[in-house]
Nanobody, 123 residues
Framework: VQLQASGGGLVQAGGSLRLSCAAS????????MGWFRQAPGKEREFVAV????????YYADSVKGRFTISRDNAKNTLYLQMNSLKSADTAVYYC?????????????????WGQGTQVTVSS
């Protein structure tokens, strides 16, 4: 499976961005897809995840109520709508995909990773 993330950029605090992640290859093996982020000098952290067939979602407390994860199964594309952005959201955002079993979804234990897209929020 190959993942291609896009949609990052520079936005003012309080603004919005939508990230996309296109999956290709053996996409039938995907059981869940998630977004993670990594700020300079910090470890990569979980942001949100969605199960591919049922669409169950889980969010980090820091983004709950502001970010929405969704997917388009027909297009094999994952999205992250980010609203009310804060300077603390500045990071490189990565999409990731996981095969069965769907365990450890909130950790970085994923099978496939995209290349990352930079999100910078100016205050």
């Amino acid at each position: 499976v190959q993942l291609q993330a896009s949609g990052g950029g520079l936005v003012q605090a309080g603004g919005s961005l939508r990230l996309s992640c296109a999956a290709s290859g053996r996409t039938f093996s995907i059981a869940a897809m998630g977004w993670f982020r990594q700020a300079p000098g910090k470890e990569r952290e979980f942001v949100a995840v969605i199960t591919w067939s049922v669409g169950n979602t889980y969010y980090a407390d820091s983004v709950k109520g502001r970010f929405t994860i969704s997917r388009d199964n027909a297009k094999n594309t994952l999205y992250l709508q980010m609203n009310s952005l804060k300077s603390a959201d500045t990071a490189v955002y990565y999409c990731a995909a996981k095969r069965l079993p769907i365990t450890d979804m909130l950790t970085t234990n994923y099978d496939y990773w995209g290349q990352g897209t930079q999100v910078t929020v100016s205050s």
